[in-house]
Antibody, heavy 114, light 107 residues
Framework: EVQLQESGPGLVKPSQSLSLTCSVTGYSITSNYWGWIRKFPGNKMEWMGYISYSGSTSYNPSLKSRISITRDTSKNQFFLQLNSVTTEDTATYYC????????WGQGVMVTVSS | DIQMTQSPPSLSASLGETVSIECRAS??????LAWYQQKSGKSPQLLIY???SLQDGVPSRFSGSGSGTQYSLKISGMQPEDEGVYYCLQGSKYPYTFGAGTKLELK
């Protein structure tokens, strides 16, 4: 069974970097696409970007140069780094598989606050 | 970016009632549309992909239709477990974009 699990700090200070890990079991991240999505307070959802089976990436331009998605194939994990966070980055962050996001992690709530 | 206009923002349905949720894209998305259900405190669950394909394990009362810029999700016979927030997602062009969500409640 495919399972994804996010991990990382729940509290980040403004101007610092947010770093999350998505650990995948039951499926190799060298196949398919792997994405990050966030849900803001109030229900708005945003697709942040993905890393492909080959390691190529695509990012939401709204995040400009703040975002980076990388991976460690030996650990079957992929990562999100979001730099220079503000309070507007407070959200629940999800990782998910595939173009149609057929498997999701349970989500991690991240608050940006001093 | 492709804008996804989802309606209605909320609705209340009786047990057994048929429900429809609409999404309109700002340009042709060639059926590259998915529907998700998110129950309170849970992760989103994929219901429909490629506009009308039912994801494995999803009850057959859920169906999707549409083409071009207009898409809809139908629930044929509302059940208590169908309460939640429903989202559409266009996967035609990057960045992928979501609709604003529809909160569905049992009347």
């Amino acid at each position: 069974e495919v399972q994804l699990q996010e991990s990382g700090p729940g509290l980040v200070k403004p101007s610092q970097s947010l770093s999350l890990t998505c650990s995948v079991t039951g499926y190799s991240i060298t196949s398919n696409y792997w994405g990050w999505i966030r849900k803001f307070p109030g229900n708005k959802m945003e697709w942040m970007g993905y890393i492909s089976y080959s390691g190529s990436t695509s990012y939401n331009p709204s995040l400009k140069s703040r975002i980076s998605i990388t991976r460690d194939t030996s650990k079957n994990q992929f990562f999100l780094q979001l730099n220079s966070v503000t309070t507007e980055d407070t959200a629940t962050y999800y990782c998910a598989r595939g173009r149609y996001l057929d498997y999701w992690g349970q989500g991690v709530m991240v608050t940006v606050s001093s | 970016d492709i804008q996804m206009t989802q309606s209605p923002p909320s609705l209340s349905a009786s047990l057994g009632e048929t429900v429809s949720i609409e999404c309109r894209a700002s340009e042709d998305i060639y059926s590259n549309l998915a529907w998700y259900q998110q129950k309170s405190g849970k992760s989103p669950q994929l219901l429909i992909y490629y506009a009308s394909s039912l994801q494995d394990g999803v009850p057959s009362r859920f169906s999707g239709s549409g083409s071009g810029t207009q898409y809809s999700l139908k629930i044929s016979g509302m059940q208590p477990e169908d309460e939640g927030v429903y989202y559409c997602l266009q996967g035609s062009k990057y960045p992928y974009t979501f609709g604003a969500g529809t909160k569905l409640e049992l009347k």
